[in-house]
Every structure is written in structure tokens, then in C-alpha cells.
């Protein structure tokens, strides 16, 4: 297992013996409001082979007979409620916490869907009493916020279909995930963006992490995060989470990369990488951010002055994220169509590094999200903390064994593709 003692992967066997004590409990307590018996069975194909299931297939059942529960191994076809489907497309659903707020179920489905298509989970059946449906909304809460991304960055990858956009990224030192959130989600993170601006009276803000759920949610967003491990390992930090509102006029941002402070000649691995969400239709006319396919090759900033004739504006459709790594070379474009363009700025660090935002870390945080927010503030890995033996070996020893796993499947994502 890939994880620290209170995290779990998802549909193993710590995770089924921990929902089945969560269920005991919950039953026992709800026992007279519930309507009586109620079952429930999942079965998701191409799980990540470390987990060693049969055939790769993760399947669970829990019932409940109106007097205990029982929660195992295995498929039951005839459970009131059944799902099925795509292992990775179940556990980007199984880490949303907080599915009991109004609204919030759907919204997580309508992700899921935009990641990974309509048909990657299926649902039969459903239950009556609200009061069963409550303690299964209870269980994925609490189940999500100990449920950690699967490790294995190759099949992770396969599976959410970015292996061409890692092999991108190392050649050209940037890739875009097209749509990579739905309309209505880009929607709402565009009206809730302009609101902190406003509120703040400013056109860019850090700390955008702390404005609300939506950005808590994109926070975490999980092809993205994966294009943040393949770039700067796991443990990737915070460096910031920010917004710009940009109107028409040149753009104000030139040439230059993120490397700031940092001498050359640039190591050739990364230290740093920027996801831009894109909140309306990126065109030139708009004002995109302009990049130079392959500069982080040249492990140097641009000279002053210093003029390049190879930059393309990043054109993309709403909802989309570029995400560029490895000092690229780029710059803001002009806007030449009224109206503003209003993006996100999700800035990560190398888990070694210092953020350019202090890092603000609250339990409820933590507890209403998945263990990825904590372990982008910093939290699983040994830095700025002190056991009472010293060092904090068990975080340490855990990183150290994602960075290696992480490592050696990279090394097989590039070495599959160059043949
Ligand atoms: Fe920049």
C-alpha cells in the first residue's frame, strides 16, 4: 500500500475493513429510522495491478438485514443498488467529499462524466428510504476523505487517457487538456472569481484556495494533478493559487519564465508548473497566454530584450487548462476583443520548495476534502515538522516511496512512447 496509516486505497482491504466498521456504526445508530433491509454492490474493472485483485477487478458488496450489516468482497447482481464500471472513473468520484450538501452529488457526477464519458459508470437500480440513502451519503464522505489517488502514475495515466500529454509536456514543455471541466463548472468558477476581485477590489488575488468550495474542488482537480506529478513528483506543493481579470489592451505580463531567483544554467528536471484554467473561449483575439514550444531546453531565462519569433498563442475552449512546466518561456498575449478574460492561475512547487503563498492549514479543510489537499499544503511529506524522536520518518518513508514508484513509472510512460 501506498499510503500513511490513516489514508486508504481505494477497495482495498484496509478500505473495506474501515467502511464496514463506519457502516456498523452507523446502523446501529439509525437503527430505528431506517425502513428496513437495503443493499448496495460495486464492481469496477482495470484496477491498478499493485492492488493484486483477480483479473484487476474491484468488486464489494454491503448489506444490511434490518438487524446488522455485512460489507465484502465480492459482486452481488441482484443488490437494490448496483454500479459498474471503470475503476480510475469510481475513485475520482470515491475521493468528493461532501456529496450530502444539496446539489453536490450531481455536480460530482457531471465532473466524473466530463472526464471520463457518459457510459465510464453506470448505475442500476435505488433505494426509497432517505434515511439508507443518507448512511450511504455518509459513507462516501467519510471513505473520501481517507481515500488517496491511485499511485501508479502509468496506469493512472492510461487510464484518464493523458499518456500523449506527458510525452507533450517532456518534448514541448507544455500541454492543454481540452474541457477538462464542464461548461457549467467553468461557469461558476468564472462568477465566483470576479466576486472575491470585486470584493477585494483588486484584478489579481492569491489565496484563491481559501475564496470557496469550487476552488478547494479545482484545487484537487485529477488530470491536472496528475501532469503535476509526472512533472515535479509527488509531494508537489502549493507554490500559489491565483486569479487575474484581464481586459482588452497589450498585455501586461512579457516574456519571461517562473524561475525567478533561480540561476542558470536550470536543472533538467522540473521545478516548478503552472496550470492557466481557461474560464471563457481562449483565441488570439482574446488575450491568451503566448508559450515557446520547447525553450525549457535552453535552461535559461530570456535575455533583456531579447525578441523570439517561435512563441503560439494557446488557444483552447472554455473549461480547458494549460498546464507548462520546466521554466518555459511565455508571456500574456494582447486583447484586441472587448469583454475580460478572467483565468486561474494553479501554480505548483516541487515538494522541496518554498511556496510564494504562506500556507494556511485548518482541520476542517482537511476534512472536507480528500488527502490530495493536504498532501499539496505540505502534509504528507517530513518538512517543517518535528516528532518527538526528531525527524518525522514514517512521512518521510512514505514519500520517498511514492517519489520512487512515481519515478519508475514515468520512465516507463517515456520509454513506451519513444519506440
Ligand atoms: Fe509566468
Known sequence: MYTLPHQLEFLSDPWLDEARSFLTRE????????????????????APPHLGLPDDVAAWSLAYDGASVTAKRGFDAAA??????????ALTSAQRVGITVAGAAEAMWREVVQQFGKDALRIRGQLDDRHANTVLAL?????????????????????QGLLGNIVEMEEQGYTVLERAISPEFADELRDATLRALSEQGVTSLRWMLYQGRPFELLAQHPQLMTLIDASLGRGAVIASLSAIRKGPGPGTIPLH???AHVPPPYPEWAMTGVGVW???DWTV??????????????????????????GVPIEMPK?????FTEALWHWQGDRTEPGERVTLHWHFNRGILRSLEPKKVDGQLLHRNSPRLGEMLGEDDWFDKMAGIGRDHVRFAHMQQLHAFTA????????????
Do not use: C
Not at 459513507?139 to 487510464?159: K, Y
Not at 515557446?292 to 535552453?298: D, F, M, N, Y
Open 80 to 89: 437494490d443498488v448496483v454500479v459498474e464500471g471503470d475503476y480510475q472513473a
Open 27 to 46: 446502523v446501529a445508530a439509525r437503527r430505528d429510522e431506517l425502513a428496513g433491509p437495503f443493499s448496495l454492490s460495486e464492481r469496477f474493472t482495470d
Open 257 to 259: 519564465t517562473d524561475y
Open 285 to 310: 483575439a482574446s488575450g491568451p497566454t503566448w508559450m515557446v514550444p520547447g525553450s525549457h531546453r535552453r535552461r535559461r531565462p530570456p535575455r533583456p530584450a531579447e525578441d523570439v519569433d517561435d
Open 408 to 419: 519508475k513509472q514515468k520512465a516507463r510512460i517515456l520509454g513506451a512512447t519513444e519506440t
Open 139 to 159: 459513507l462516501h464522505n467519510h471513505m473520501g476523505r481517507r481515500t488517496v489517488e491511485n499511485p501508479d502514475l502509468l496506469h493512472r495515466a492510461t487510464r
Open 278 to 280: 481557461a474560464l471563457e
Open 319 to 323: 473549461g480547458s487548462v494549460v498546464f
